[in-house]
């Protein structure tokens, strides 16, 4: 039987249970989320709605700058890209949301093929300095007279709020069907990125960050992987971009500055690189910062200026304080501070006594079964003491009466 043979399938149920595990995992998220947004009012359903939209945007980010090593600072035009197709959409045509979201990843990932075309042949600051010249470019692109009356220059497009389905009562509030939306394209799109990162993919992207040349022998044509990568994370940053633009029923330049691809960045840093669990540790930090410098500002008194570069301080302290404490971010973080209570308590336990009532074990030598049924330990003949061979000669004589 060959290696082939035998690995096959290993591999295959190595797969499914990687596949089921995900699975079950995106199932008690949505349960999860179900119980929680039914649990609070319609402020913290927004707040979850923007987590959920924004973990989209960061989840993809991390797929090209955590695993792929590459630095890309216009995830925000990319939002952008997205929330203006799914406006245009809605507006022009009134497609079904299911199919407006499509849409937005989809025209969004086209961009991507052509940002990840330059973005194969730069590295390191070119290809950061690529990338932020397209957030800071593509923004202002509604403010060019010929497109003005499409996108709506300066105040943007607005859209119809998506009405909840008749079956849920005429009273179901807005602001908890606008978090499920936003909590399901969340979901799913952790689970796609979790399977195709465990994949053929994730390994080869990572063999291309961490030695270009040494993958490029191996057989990995990392131009195009590189690519796909852009196209992958551009298409999460669309949806992201979509989902924004039905849960604030806009979109405008205004929602997509310069800051909002560095929050990108810092989400990701402060979750984890490489981590989609971290991604939405990094887009819980985006969300609830701005509340926390809110309530700070208030209960303070300070005065607007400073309260409004507050978030953007905290932000800055936060990425510090993280990236001291746990260099591999917070999800990081969690998982050494989980793994050494692991260790402690099972070096409790290993040193814990036995049962009441139980005899030490000796291990000075092997252990002999009698017919008695008891164990006894035997010595070797280099640990025997005089006094032991006294006892067994004792015995012997005894036993001879």
Not at 8 to 19: E, H, I, N
Not at 234 to 263: D, I, K, M, R
Request: with cysteine; hydrophobic share 50%.
């Amino acid at each position: 039987m060959t290696i082939d043979r035998v690995s096959a399938p290993v591999l295959s149920a190595l797969r499914r249970s990687t596949l089921t595990r995900h699975t079950a995992g995106a199932v008690v998220a949505i349960v999860a989320l179900y119980f929680l947004t039914t649990a609070v009012g319609p402020y913290r359903d927004l707040q979850i709605a923007q987590a959920a939209y924004l973990t989209c945007a960061v989840a993809g980010l991390t797929v090209l700058t955590g695993l792929g090593g590459q630095i890309s600072l216009g995830h925000g035009a990319f939002m952008a890209v997205g929330a203006y197709t799914a406006a245009l959409v809605i507006g022009n045509w009134g497609w079904p949301l299911a199919a407006v979201l499509a849409a937005a990843a989809g025209v969004t990932a086209v961009a991507g093929v052509v940002v990840g075309a330059v973005a194969a042949r730069l590295h390191g600051p070119y290809l950061a300095g690529a990338t932020l010249a397209f957030a800071v470019g593509l923004p202002g692109l509604a403010n060019y007279k010929p497109l003005t009356d499409e996108l709506g220059g300066q105040n943007g497009l607005t859209l119809v709020p998506p009405i909840p389905p008749a079956g849920l009562g005429e009273t179901f509030p807005l602001e908890r069907w606008q978090a499920w939306i936003s909590c399901l394209g969340a979901v799913i799109t952790l689970f796609l990125l979790a399977n195709l990162t465990r994949g053929r993919f994730g390994r080869t992207l990572r063999a291309s960050r961490d030695d270009e040349i040494a993958a490029a022998l191996s057989g990995v044509r990392v131009a195009r992987l590189r690519i796909t990568a852009t196209v992958v994370s551009a298409a999460c940053a669309g949806l992201g971009g979509g989902l924004l633009a039905v849960v604030a029923t806009l979109a405008a330049p205004g929602a997509f500055p310069l800051t909002l691809s560095l929050q990108l960045i810092a989400a990701i840093i402060i979750g984890g690189l490489g981590s989609l669990p971290g991604a939405v540790w990094g887009a819980l930090i985006l969300v609830y910062v701005p509340t926390w410098a809110s309530d700070l500002s208030t209960s303070s008194g300070l005065s607007h200026n400073i309260a409004s570069n507050l978030p953007l301080a905290i932000y800055g302290l936060v990425l510090i304080v993280v990236t001291l404490a746990f260099p591999r971010g917070l999800q990081g973080g969690l998982r050494d501070i989980g793994g050494a209570v692991r260790r402690r308590a099972r070096t409790r336990r290993d040193r814990a006594p036995g049962p009441r009532g139980s005899a030490p074990s000796d291990t000075s030598g092997p252990t002999t079964t009698h017919p008695g049924g008891a164990d006894e330990a035997t010595p070797d003949k280099a640990g025997a003491r005089p006094d032991d061979r006294g006892d067994a000669g004792g015995r012997g004589e005894r036993l001879r009466r």
